[in-house]
């Protein structure tokens, strides 16, 4: 009998298609020659269970909005349940403080065995690690913003310096992701040319102002982004995540 694989999950739904992106690029950087040579992957895509990110950071509990930490943990339960043995979850602004350390807390406590892989926590290692650099664009949700949560892991006692769009930057990119005429939200295949054209303005206006590369700090973003139009390096945390989670189930597969 064949040794059990590490199976690796993915809570997705937030939204879907950044889940499916994490999935993709699993695949991508996995050394494989046929099927049975990738990593086992579940993907959990339950956007009715977990609330919209930005909107509860905005709003927050008190204005009756529900934690969206809960709907991942359920997500988690089922990934658990499958046999997965590491996780990520598929969103930067999930990463905040008020929705992620619930989350964890709760998965840590009734989930032993079960790994989340903090997405923005290994970012910023593979910052440090690899490109040794300090003046770093951030582009992002809404919520991202203000919870301040990159900020956690791009610490100014460390040297580094986020730069963030000015106000009608971060409009543009709200726009981007959630307008009703061209946001990603809803035209995702193909991504509207005006989203991908607000958020490329948004990249050229952050190395203007001397970012020396670009988080792509929404898994949505990667979708209507491609890095070769750009001359400063655009970091993209969803694949940096992939990639930490191939190293953690066999780091054999992992691709150069």
Not at 210 to 224: D, N, R, S, Y
């Amino acid at each position: 009998m064949a040794m059990k694989k590490p199976l690796i999950g993915v809570i997705g739904g937030v939204g879907p298609y950044a889940g499916l992106d994490v999935i993709r690029k699993i695949f991508d950087n996995t050394r494989a020659l046929k099927d049975q040579d990738h990593l086992d992957c579940m993907l959990v895509s339950c956007p009715s269970m977990i609330p919209d990110r930005t909107e509860f950071l905005l709003k927050g509990a008190e204005n009756g909005m529900e934690n969206p930490a809960w709907g991942m943990f359920e997500s988690a339960q089922c990934l658990y349940k499958a046999g997965a043995e590491y996780a990520v979850v598929a969103c930067n602004t999930a990463h905040s403080s008020p929705i992620f350390n619930l989350f964890s807390r709760m998965a840590r406590e009734s989930l032993p065995g079960f790994t989340v892989v903090n997405m923005l926590e290994t970012c910023a290692a593979f910052v440090k690690e690899s490109l040794k650099i300090t003046h770093i664009g951030l582009l992002a949700a809404k919520g991202t913003y203000k919870s301040r949560v990159y900020h956690e892991y791009f610490r100014e006692e460390d040297g580094f310096a986020l730069i963030e769009p000015e106000e009608r930057g971060q409009e543009k990119i709200h726009e981007a992701i959630y307008s009703k005429q061209f946001g990603i939200k809803i035209y995702t295949e193909p991504v509207k040319p005006q989203a991908k054209n607000h958020i490329a303005c948004e990249i050229y206006r952050l190395e203007e102002r001397g970012a020396k590369a670009v988080i792509l700090g929404c898994t949505e973003f990667p979708l209507a982004v491609d890095p070769q139009d750009f001359s400063i390096p655009i970091l993209d945390p969803g694949l940096i995540v992939a990639r930490k989670l191939i190293a953690l189930a066999d780091p054999e597969k992992l691709l150069a």
